[in-house]
């Protein structure tokens, strides 16, 4: 049973800052990596982010530059730091971790809310 936590989500104005994490708990054994997807209302989910073990990093064109994803292998945690947030970053953010064992766990969400 895993449980996948996120927190850090909010109201922030144009140009502002947030930062995301996501904790994985649980009887998860082995994390190949983590990652970040986001939903906007009426729209599909998109992925935004992954970092693996070995904390190599990608991601989508429309972040690139102005977020960062981290992870602490040791205590199974994830971040995602964003910058220069822009109204289209509006969205509900999702953490989801990969297995070694290739099987995929989601997070609840956490709201995101880029408005002046």
């Known amino acids: 049973q895993v449980q996948l936590v996120e927190s850090g989500g909010g109201l922030v104005q144009p140009g502002g800052s947030l930062r995301l994490s996501c904790a994985a708990s649980g009887s998860i054994r082995s994390i190949y990596s983590m990652a970040w997807y986001r939903q906007a209302p009426g729209k599909q989910r998109e992925w935004v982010a992954t970092?693996?073990?070995?904390?190599?990093?990608t991601y989508a064109d429309s972040v690139k530059g102005r977020f960062t994803i981290s992870r602490d292998n040791a205590k199974n945690t994830v971040a995602l730091q964003m910058n220069s947030l822009k109204p289209e970053d509006t969205a509900v953010y999702y953490c989801?971790?990969?297995?070694?064992?290739?099987?995929?766990?989601w997070g609840q969400g956490t709201q995101v809310t880029v408005s002046s």
């Open positions: 989801r971790v990969t297995g070694t064992n290739w099987l995929v766990y």
């Open positions: 970092v693996t073990s070995g904390s190599s990093t």
